[in-house]
């Protein structure tokens, strides 16, 4: 028999730490809580980094928290997906980025690479711009031009110079490619409608059409540097030979925009394959075969090497294939992480699905209510358990993320015992055959300033989070077990096998997570 109701309560920010002065969560009195670890399945999971998708080291935030959640499996966000296709050798056998290759060599035509030429890994990363050089090296293609963007804002101001001659070390030893232009990413990155600065790039790398040319590239960036102008500020230069530029991108010919961040990519590709785009008077290239490494905008008529990872049936969807009635709640700050991003990042609701949004205080800062909305979210939740209609109840409780983000350690302090008390209330509603699962999305209460330096910290972290299962099955006393003595066992995509498990529900093969219990 599966349990009634199930409770699925996601503690926005509510991470594992020591405890110091510095842990809101170890401060805070959270009688509860800590009867729950103590009496009941206490475990640990990665919420951050690769157990999340994101690139090493990143600390994890609530959309992709409740992504991984509702997936049950790890979704992975464009940098590390990518960098993982290389490392798997997926990458080179990519059908969009092959078929761009082959269609350049059918029309006689080029192959341009262009983007943001940086080691940042904010908006591109240089191995992939190699990987698709090897990739052009395998198909022994001969006309590949590189268009290189400097970066300077997320790397040092005049690093760009070094990037390029490690590119053009590359290109020496593989064998393949030019460089045929740099630009600053000032001008070939706007997002703000500069229309001005997107027509410089597109005239230097379609027509040659630039004051500034040069022989070299690293000439080219000397240059710029003697002008005290720096990488993100370098105007569109065309590298020429013979008095001509070695390249412009011509009509047959395929683009490949290596860019993964959508952004500050947009605008250039509108001025390539907008058929009403306005941004400029431009002579639109015709036939040509351009590709992003991402997608930038669905509407964008464009080929997408790695498009966005679909998640076929998440968590709401398996509840509902399984005739179970849901109920998600959350105060404003959070309702789109407990529908929108739990659902895999579709809009809509799912059968027997009713979502309830609790208005989040309208004040300067969070500091001056803690409690925030957390008290009318419970009350609402026990007013419709009394119902009895509903199986499940998925909630967030925003309080020690944004509480935390104020930096202001006494609030934190008390946004958690807030929490603490709400969540009493709800092991009241699962008796006497229920379940209570409480996790969170990722950290940020646990470390409210550097212990050494007095630093405040407003930031997420990258520390593991609890999975606490409360439930009469799940009894597993131990008077000595505390919450900061977890050990990571899993990773958020392990939650929704969890629940599936505990509900009887098969786990579909899509879903890579695997059960807690």
């Not at 409740?66 to 464009?78: E, F, R, T």
């Not at 590709?291 to 509840?319: G, I, K, N, R, W």
């Amino acid at each position: 028999m599966s349990p009634k109701p199930l409770i699925l309560a996601i503690v926005d920010g509510f991470g594992i730490a020591e405890n110091n002065p510095a842990n809101a969560i170890g401060l805070a009195k959270t009688p509860n809580i800590d009867t729950f670890v103590q009496e009941y399945t206490a475990l640990a999971v990665q919420a951050s980094s690769e157990a999340v998708g994101l690139p090493l080291g990143e600390m994890g935030n609530s959309e992709t928290g409740h992504l991984n959640i509702g997936a049950g499996k790890i979704v992975y966000q464009d940098l590390p997906r990518i960098n993982h296709a290389i490392f798997d050798k997926s990458f080179y056998k990519n059908t969009v980025l092959n078929v761009a290759i082959d269609t350049a060599e059918k029309n006689n035509g080029s192959v341009h690479i262009m983007g943001l030429v940086s080691s940042g890994g904010v908006h591109s990363f240089l191995d992939h711009l190699y990987a698709i050089l090897d990739i052009c090296k395998k198909k022994n293609a001969k006309k590949v031009w590189i268009h290189a963007f400097l970066d300077g804002r997320d790397t040092p101001f005049n690093s760009g110079k070094e990037f390029v001659r490690q590119l053009s070390d590359y290109i020496k030893g593989s064998g393949v490619g030019s460089i045929a232009s740099i630009t600053g990413r000032f001008y070939a990155m706007d997002r703000d409608n500069h229309w001005e600065r997107i027509e410089k790039v597109y005239r230097a790398i379609t027509e040659g059409a630039s004051e500034y040319r040069f022989g070299d590239p690293i000439e080219a960036i000397e240059s710029w540097y003697a002008k005290k102008i720096y990488d993100e500020e370098i105007e569109p230069t065309v590298i020429e030979k013979d008095g001509a530029p070695i390249a412009t991108i011509q009509s047959g010919d395929s683009v490949l925009f290596f860019n993964f961040r959508p952004d500050r990519a947009r605008e250039l590709t509108h001025a390539f394959v907008s058929a009403d785009f306005s941004g400029f008077e431009r002579v639109k290239l015709e036939n040509i075969y351009f590709v992003t490494m991402a997608e930038y905008e669905a509407s964008q008529p464009v080929f997408v090497a790695f498009p966005p990872e679909e998640v076929e049936c998440p968590l709401p969807c398996q509840l509902a294939q399984a005739g179970l009635w849901q109920l998600h709640i959350a105060e404003t700050e959070k309702y789109a992480h407990v529908t929108y991003f739990l659902n895999g990042g579709k809009e809509g609701k799912t059968e027997n699905e009713d979502d309830i949004l609790i208005p989040s205080p309208r004040i300067a800062s969070y500091a001056e209510k803690p409690e925030m909305s957390a008290y009318e979210i419970t009350a609402r939740i026990e007013e419709e358990l009394a119902k009895g209609l509903y199986d499940v109840v998925i909630v967030n409780y925003a309080n020690p993320d944004m509480v935390g983000h104020t930096g202001d350690l006494k609030a934190t302090i008390k946004a958690v015992e807030v929490v603490d008390e709400c969540l009493g209330r709800l092991y009241q509603l699962i008796q006497p055959d229920g379940c209570l699962i409480i996790t969170a999305d990722h950290g940020n209460a646990e470390i409210m300033f550097d212990v050494q330096t007095g630093h405040i910290n407003k930031q997420h972290t990258a520390l593991p989070v609890p999975v606490l299962i409360i439930g009469e099955q799940f009894k597993n006393h131990d008077q000595n077990r505390e919450l900061y003595q977890l050990i990571p066992s899993g990773v958020l995509a392990d939650v929704t096998p969890t629940v599936l498990k505990i509900l009887h529900i098969p786990q579909p093969k899509e879903m890579k997570g695997t059960s807690l219990v």
